[in-house]
């Protein structure tokens, strides 16, 4: 048999016009902080990418003293007619630079190009053309005729999705006549930095939006800063219950956007080929960094050997590699923590008796990269299906019938989203409602859309983004 080589397509990364040095936005400016410079790296190589000042807690102070200014002078009484022009603004030169901010971050992150040009920018743009729409509608939205914004919001964010989960958080909040102050994560805080100087180019009044580079303890200190009225965080079940009860009594509105453990039920009448795709899309989407992944596969057990040897043939294609090459398919892990953590509940897959099938793809000899693997013979009570690995790891238990595939689905703390596949309509009616998790795709997964309500049940968190309903979250109802 030929096999033909693809010859490497990389993107140059001068596009990214990356900086020696960023710093924290403030007050519409960028100015020094007074925390301890981090080094951002990028995954792919382990190189030093940039220098980036971090925010100390007199910085917070600072940011939300100047997001408390904005909101009472200019953007908590601006019409909603004219913050919608600041949006649209936005999310045109979001747009007009998405090459240079698809670059960036798949360096930052090491995501695949394909991915954060085709995904990430242009959802992060759509997010805020949607809202920009909301704007001066708000009063149609369900909530009132005239609903009120709550003040300022501090929000932290991850590093899965470092621009998009900073559009879901600034977009919605400015919509609704909110100011922000946000953290992004400590290993990727480039992006948001950029969207910093897209605020400045789009005259965004200054203190309207500041972002603040720092660890988990900057974090810590957005959310429980005293004049915060809202809070919106992003990231593990773990730091999202230390928040819930650091802010319980304080009065302030929180939404928790936390982690997930999908079940992707294939019954046995699903179309197998186009199911696989789905799959592969679920788990190996983002190196399988997505908390709503579908890292459980749910197989009927009349047609698993058959859907087992299709996945392991796809999955054997896939390209790992250079993330910014436009043939790779699984990027980089986006740490050596986060490789450690995959590395350790993989090995805890096997020592519990789960039968490991690991593509023989090849890996770059430098950078953190964990191969597409699957586990086959899974039960429920095994940590590879009960903790969220957060990487390209999937997970295989059967059912015999429906009842026991929506049992074990819901056999979870989490309740993300989840996934059906079958050829029968009436079964996907029967059976999505009956899943408790908060994003049901049907004969696909990972679809995402600023129209389209985001959010979990029980340890997924609580709260909407996206949608009418995501508004709720940022208005005084
Ligand atoms: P974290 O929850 O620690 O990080 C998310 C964000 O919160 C980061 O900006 C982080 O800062 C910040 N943070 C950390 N501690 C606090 C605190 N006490 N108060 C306020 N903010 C804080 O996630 P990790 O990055 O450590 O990832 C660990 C695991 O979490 C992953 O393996 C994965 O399973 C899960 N996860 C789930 C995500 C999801 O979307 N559901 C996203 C990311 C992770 P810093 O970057 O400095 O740590």
Redesign the pocket.
Known sequence: MTVWEYAPAPESRDIANLKPSYRMFVDGQFADGTGEPLKTINPATGEVLAEVGTASTADVDRAVKAARRAYDKVWGRMPGTERAKYLFRIARQIAERARELAVLESLDNGKPIRESRDVDVPTASAHFFYHAGWADKLGYAGYGPDPKPLGVAGQ?????FPLLMAAWKIAPALACGNTVVL?????TPLTALVLAEICQQADLPPGVVNILP???????A??SHPDVNKVA????????K??QAALAGSGKKLTL????KAANIVFEDAPLDQAVEGIVNGIFFNQG???CAGSRLLASESIVDDLLAKLRTRIATLRVGDPLDKNTDVGAINSA??LA?ITELVAAGEDEGAERWTSPCPLPDKGFFFAPTVFANVSQAMRIARE???GPVLSVLTFRTPDEAVAKANNTPYGLSAGVWTEKGSRILAITQKLRAGVVWANTFNRFDPTAPFGGYQESGFGREGGRAGLEAYLDV
Do not use: M, R, Y
């Open positions: 932290v964010i991850p590093w899965n953290k992004p994560a400590e290993t720092g660890a988990g303890d900057i974090g810590a957005v959310v965080f992003t990231g593990s079940t773990s730091v999202g230390q928040i956007e936390l982690g997930g960094h997505v908390c923590e986060q953590k969220e690995i957060f």
